[in-house]
């Protein structure tokens, strides 16, 4: 009899659960497309974007960064979808544009108004648009990713020095494993695509990476780093990045292993505005899985 009752009150319970997880799912079902941008809000906002938008001076932050619709409206325009978008350098970008997708634009709203002056939001359905305005952007003179064609590679290990002279692809090789290579990728660090130097160390070796006559600006701007997937090796030793001006160390960092995007600034003082030789080395006491790559460009303030 007991039993029976029990059976009884458990049966109605499943009954109700059923019947209630019946009514989520449905009333989900309804509200879920509503609760989304719809494909005429990207339009409207993509096309006053195209508009008011400067490739050569402005930037695109989407958010939140995982919200990648946005690229297939946007187009070549330049887009960035950075995982924590208050710790980016955006100084040379005259303009900032934060793509909004559930309101994550006005969680950043107040950090970047102490970076850049705010001008205005435009709501466009479901999306905004936030607009801040960098009032002293900084102009790139010599962008070392991009003239990675012009670099002179050597691998220093004790007394020996080997020079790497094949270039194809965007890349120079010096022999050995696949990896073992020096050039333009876009890697995953810190759960946002950058484009880097791809500087795989070498175990007990130097990577040199040279670069003649380069014109130097107020400072040396760049970023390093491991890739994410190289920090789940946790047996992964440091990786070592020294910048030489003239064969005068002015920069030696130790990159963790540890997940981040390891940022650095080099000031000139007296030698802006002239040619000097730029020297970039890598090194590493074990190469496992030492995904590693930098960054690096020389600015003048306006």
């Not at 073992?180 to 950058?194: F, S």
Request: overall charge neutral; charged content about 25%; hydrophobic content about 35%.
């Amino acid at each position: 009899m007991l039993y029976q009752r029990i059976m009884k009150y458990v049966n109605i319970a499943s009954l109700c659960i059923f019947i209630g997880v019946l009514l989520f799912s449905f009333g989900w079902y309804i509200y879920s497309p509503l609760s989304r941008p719809s494909l005429k809000d990207y339009e409207n906002i993509s096309k006053y974007i195209k508009q008011n938008f400067d490739n050569s001076r402005d930037v695109i932050i989407l958010q939140p960064f995982w919200a990648e619709r946005a690229r297939e409206y946007i187009g070549e325009l330049n887009l960035l979808n950075p995982r924590y978008p208050l710790e980016e350098d955006f100084s040379v970008y005259e303009n900032i544009y934060v793509f909004s997708v559930f309101g994550y634009g006005e969680k950043i709203k107040e950090g970047f108004s102490k970076k850049f002056r705010f001008i205005d939001t435009k709501d466009f359905g479901k999306l905004s648009l936030y607009h801040y305005k960098n009032e002293k952007p900084q102009k790139v003179i010599y962008n070392f990713y991009a003239s990675i064609k012009d670099a002179k590679i050597r691998l220093l290990k004790g007394n020996e020095i080997k020079e790497c002279k094949d270039f194809r692809n965007e890349k120079w090789t010096c022999g050995g494993p696949d990896w073992q290579y020096i050039g333009k990728e876009i890697l995953d660090i810190d759960g946002t695509g950058r484009e880097c130097l791809w500087s795989h160390p070498v175990t007990n070796s130097i990577i040199e990476i040279n670069f003649e006559n380069v014109i130097l600006g107020d400072k040396i701007s760049g970023f390093s780093g491991l890739t994410d997937e190289a920090v789940r090796y946790v047996q992964g030793s440091p990786v070592f990045l020294s910048v030489l001006i003239d064969d005068k160390e002015v920069l030696y960092h130790t990159n963790p292993n540890k997940i981040g995007a390891h940022r650095f600034s080099i000031d000139m003082d007296n030698l802006k505005n002239t040619p000097h030789k730029v020297t970039f080395r890598v090194s590493t006491h074990l190469d496992g899985v030492r995904h590693f790559c930098f960054y690096a460009d020389t600015r003048v303030s306006q």
